[in-house]
């Protein structure tokens, strides 16, 4: 029981339950749940997750009705708990997590959309972070969190000398501009690419090696999040 | 009359008209304007445009209901012409368009997930790009674009030594990821840094010289929109 009183939270995006995305998130659930952790899953094309950040993720009046700021409004309304109940949920599954694992297809050398909306107003300032109390000190430190995404390209178009460079390039935005902002320990991405054109016995065995790696996950040391990991020298 | 009979786009994320966002989109229209450009905006907050992905996308029929894949579904939708209303409107804007210009606040290194939704849903295969027919090769080969983006963080935190490394970095998965995977031009970003934490003749300054720039944009060379020009070598 690797994982016994551990708490993951899985921020899922993937339309269809039936897709590879689904199953990736499927195994993640069995395998964790046999460690003994205690799981949540936001599946957010289910829940219809608002991307938009807009006036409506603040409950009350506003700071300054004349001239909106969306971050100035969200913080003050964070400090005085007038989130939005959505945001409000979210953050609490964030705060109860030791990982977080988001679970994607790669749309524009991004997350689609929606995990982007979640990003935007979940990891709000005062919450996630504060001006100072980033990066190392971001305000989820302690937890960890990695990427589990999906590419149409395949491996070799994703590498240095490949049309759409390396795939750490992508992962600068995400990996460090978000997480290692909000202060994640960022695990390794796990990377199955191009599930679209493999064989069923090559998707089944890009299920299992991810399902492998959760068995010691709790043992894996976070990457060194900084420019070389990225660029090199 | 320097951009006489051109046409230009501009998409345009920010919620408060007059922010600094604001400033910057309406400087733009007023001096393409006065080149005598077409100029058409697309406020995404205020048609609060829809940034997810899903099978409301598709009208009609779809070519496998038992297992719903996205870019599947939409590639035959766009050859059928049965898209969405919002995406085929956005497409036409598009295809008119000699220069798309992109406004935005950074959000997490990236845009603003509505404006994320319009990429996700706007550019898609058949219409933008197919397999082959990207890069280089990409169906808006022709056009022109430009990320006008402000920031949180200072020039020297996105510097090559700072704690955000080099702004480079972050325009990766947007310039080359998605614009020029799809054929564009890329002229250089415009960057305004930190509008927050200046003062108002600063502001100013920052306002201006876009409107400066814009004077001679059509006379403007594309970047070398490959590796080197991001991470150096």
Redesign the interface.
Known sequence: MAGLGKKVLIVYAH??P??FNGSLKDVAVAELGRQGCSITVSDL?AM?FE?????NDITGTLSNP??????VEVYEAYKKAALSSDIVQEQKKVQEADLVIFQFPL????????L??W???V?CQGFAFDLPGF?DDGFLKGKSAILSLTT?GTAEMYS?TG???DFR??L???Q???LH?CGFKVLAPQISFAPEFASEEERRGMVASWAERLKTIWKEEPIDCR?PW??GQ
Do not use: C, I, N
């Open positions: 339309q269809e039936k897709s094309y219809d991307p938009r950040a807009t006036r004349e001239t909106f700021s969306y971050g749309y524009w050398f991004s997350v689609p959309a929606v982007k909306g990003m935007d107003r990891l990066y149409g240095k049309v759409s460079g390039y992508f600068w935005p995400l460090h501009g978000t902002f420019p990225y660029f």
